[in-house]
């Protein structure tokens, strides 16, 4: 079956980086397009970042020129580099295999402290 697991999540003070990764199993990762997405508490799930299978990026306009997404499809792993922190960035990080059906994976808490 699919399978995703996030990592690199944690705490980090305003202004402080973090490197979100998510490596992908039980499908042919290069044929597939990847996304981030953020729940906050007590909001709805959003979308942060796509990367498609030609190496295509796109942003949330909330975290564009902060962000970068990127893939290294020898390792079926999909990266979301985190730059420039606000506390508004806070939330639980899902990657997510985005096909005609999207897989999710278990989420990966990020806490920005001010």
């Known amino acids: 079956q699919v399978q995703l697991v996030e990592s690199g999540g944690g705490l980090v003070q305003a202004g402080g980086s973090l490197r979100l990764s998510c490596v992908v199993s039980?499908?042919?990762?290069?044929?597939?397009?990847m996304a981030w997405y953020r729940q906050a508490p007590g909001k709805q799930r959003e979308f942060v970042a796509l990367?498609?299978?030609?190496?295509?990026?796109n942003y949330a306009r909330s975290v564009e020129g902060r962000f970068a997404i990127s893939r290294d499809n020898a390792k079926n792993t999909v990266y979301l580099q985190m730059n420039s922190l606000k506390p508004e960035d806070t939330a639980v990080y899902y990657c997510?295999?985005?096909?005609?059906?999207?897989?999710w994976g278990q989420g990966t808490q990020v806490t920005v402290s001010s």
């Open positions: 039980g499908i042919i990762f290069a044929d597939n397009d």
């Open positions: 990367i498609t299978r030609a190496g295509n990026t």
């Open positions: 997510v295999v985005f096909g005609p059906t999207r897989y």
